[in-house]
Nanobody, 128 residues
Framework: VQLQASGGGLVQAGGSLRLSCAASGLAFDHYTIGWFRQAPGKEREGLSCISSRDESTFYADSVKGRFTISSDNTKNTVYLQMNSLKPEDTAVYFC??????????????????????WGQGTEVTVSS
């Protein structure tokens, strides 16, 4: 499995960015793809995830209402639309895959230890 995250960049506060996560080598009946971020000196934080089975979504409180996750199964790509960006959103953003959606089954959909495969990250900087 390979995950390629892209779409990061520099944006002013209040602006928007759309991140993409292209997945390849998928060999699971169903899975969940999640977005995480890690700011300097902080732990990696789960933001949102989407299930391949029914496209159900989950959001962390910190991004609910501002970020939207979606998927294009024809392209094996998951997107994270980020609106109303704040300087505190500055971080490296990662996408990851939870094979068989174990996190959702266990009731911990954004537990990073559940995710099996990780992309390389894309950097987002929000200026004030």
């Amino acid at each position: 499995v390979q995950l390629q995250a892209s779409g990061g960049g520099l944006v002013q506060a209040g602006g928007s960015l759309r991140l993409s996560c292209a997945a390849s080598g998928l060999a699971f009946d169903h899975y969940t793809i999640g977005w995480f971020r890690q700011a300097p000196g902080k732990e990696r934080e789960g933001l949102s995830c989407i299930s391949s089975r029914d496209e159900s979504t989950f959001y962390a409180d910190s991004v609910k209402g501002r970020f939207t996750i979606s998927s294009d199964n024809t392209k094996n790509t998951v997107y994270l639309q980020m609106n109303s960006l704040k300087p505190e959103d500055t971080a490296v953003y990662f996408c990851a895959l939870d094979a068989y959606s174990a996190g959702t089954i266990l009731g911990v959909p954004l537990n990073r230890t559940i995710f099996d495969y990780w992309g390389q990250g894309t950097e987002v900087t929000v200026s004030s």
